[in-house]
């Protein structure tokens, strides 16, 4: 899959139903080594799941993203997080 196609596809979560933000307002933390995506970053303005915030953002690693389909990315948060 391309980065132009993961643009505008909402980003959901799965236990909450809550809408977190919209790829292409989002940015990817990305390994410059691998090229391989570590992390969406959403901008945001309150502490979510105790993910730390990065001047505003919520850090959300790819490892918790469950499904990409053609208009949303679901995302499962464990518990313990």
């Known amino acids: 899959m391309r ?3 993961l643009s505008g596809k909402e980003i ?3 236990k909450k139903a809550e809408r977190l933000g919209v790829l ?3 940015d990817l933390e ?3 080594s691998t090229g391989q995506i570590q992390a969406l970053l959403i901008p945001s303005s309150v502490s979510w ?3 730390r915030k990065n001047g ?3 850090r959300v690693p790819w490892s ?3 499904k990409i389909g053609n208009d949303m990315v679901i995302i499962d948060i ?3 997080e």
């Open 3 to 5: 980065l132009s196609e």
């Open 12 to 14: 959901v979560d799965l």
């Open 24 to 26: 292409g307002q989002t």
């Open 30 to 32: 990305i390994n410059e």
């Open 49 to 51: 799941f105790g993910f």
């Open 56 to 58: 505003g953002e919520i």
């Open 64 to 66: 918790h993203i469950k």
């Open 78 to 80: 464990p518990e313990d």
